[in-house]
C-alpha cells in the first residue's frame, strides 16, 4: 500500500546507477518544466529529472503527470515515474478473512486528518526490515505539512486507548489518492488504515489509488501493474483541475464493516 514498503531507500536501492544517471537526466531550475514521461530512464527504472524544487505548484504539477519525487539525504531532488505503475483499484480492494474480523472487531478508532504531523513523523523514523535510512527528509516533511495545510495531503489514523498506532498519508488530486507512506505499531493497524481510506474514497466517488512502485505485497492487497502510458492517461480523465479536492473532513469515521 502508499508507499514506503514499496519505495524503500533510493541511496541503497540505486547507488551503483545514479552516477550515470545523473550525467544524463534533465536538471530543473524553478521555471523548468518536466520532460515528458517517455525521457524516463529504464535503469533505474524511472528516474526521470532531478532539481527544481518541492513547493506546492511543483508537487501538484508532477502529481498530474505522475511523477513523485523521491530521494535520500545528501542526494538531489530526483523525480520518477516508473515503468510499469501500481496502482490500486478501489473496487479492486481485497481484505484477507483476518483482515476483515480485525475490521469488524473495531479493535481500533479510525480518525481522518487529526495528527497529520505525527503520522508523517512515524513513516519517516519507524524501522522496517531490510531497509536502512528513510526517503522522507526535512524537506519532504516540510513539503507534505504545507500540502496538508492547503487541502491536498490527508492522514487516515488508527488509534487505540488514545495512542497512534498506525496510519498512512498521501495526497487526493481530483478523482485519484495518491499513496505515500504507511506504518504501524500495532499488527494490522496499517491494513486496517488502508480498508477505511477505501470506504472513505468510495464515498467520495474516487476510484484509483496510486501506489507507485510494484511489490507482492502491494499486489497482495489487490493492486497491480499497468503501464505507465496508460496510467497517464487515466490520470488525465480523472484529474481536471488543481484545485482542493471536496469531502475531506477531519475527525472519526466508521470502520468498515
Not at 28 to 48: C, I, Q, V
Not at 194 to 199: D, H, I, K, S, T
Amino acid at each position: 500500500m502508499p508507499c514506503e514498503t514499496s519505495r524503500g531507500n533510493p541511496r541503497s536501492s540505486h547507488d551503483a546507477s545514479l552516477a550515470f544517471a545523473f550525467t544524463v537526466i534533465a536538471w530543473l531550475d524553478a521555471r523548468s518544466s518536466f520532460p515528458p514521461l517517455d525521457a524516463a530512464l529504464a535503469e533505474p527504472n524511472g528516474l526521470l529529472a532531478a532539481g527544481g524544487d518541492l513547493s506546492p505548484a511543483r508537487l501538484i504539477d508532477a502529481y498530474r503527470r505522475g511523477i513523485f519525487p523521491w530521494y535520500s539525504d545528501g542526494q538531489p531532488l530526483l523525480w520518477w515515474s516508473p515503468d510499469p505503475r501500481m496502482v490500486l483499484y478501489v473496487g479492486e480492494f481485497r481484505m484477507s478473512r483476518s483482515l476483515a474480523k480485525r475490521v469488524k472487531r473495531r479493535e481500533f478508532e479510525i480518525r481522518v486528518d487529526t495528527a497529520f504531523d505525527a503520522v508523517i513523523d512515524a513513516c519517516a523514523s519507524v524501522p522496517r526490515g531490510g531497509q536502512a535510512g528513510t526517503w522522507i527528509t526535512r524537506e519532504m516533511i516540510a513539503a507534505y505539512r504545507r500540502m496538508h495545510r492547503l487541502g491536498y495531503a490527508h492522514s487516515i489514523e488508527a488509534w487505540r486507548d488514545g495512542e497512534l498506532a498506525g496510519g498512512l498519508y498521501g495526497l487526493a488530486l481530483g478523482k485519484v489518492f495518491f499513496g505515500e507512506s504507511m506504518f504501524a505499531r500495532a499488527t494490522d493497524a496499517s491494513k486496517v488504515c488502508l480498508a477505511a481510506l477505501v470506504a472513505l474514497l468510495q464515498q467520495l466517488g474516487v476510484g484509483l489509488i496510486d501506489c507507485q512502485q510494484e511489490t507482492g505485497h502491494l499486489a497482495s492487497l489487490g493492486a497491480r501493474a499497468i503501464p505507465r502510458r496508460e496510467f497517464a492517461r487515466e490520470l488525465g480523465e480523472l484529474i481536471h483541475s488543481n484545485a482542493v479536492p471536496a469531502g475531506w473532513k477531519a475527525g472519526p469515521i466508521p470502520e468498515q464493516r
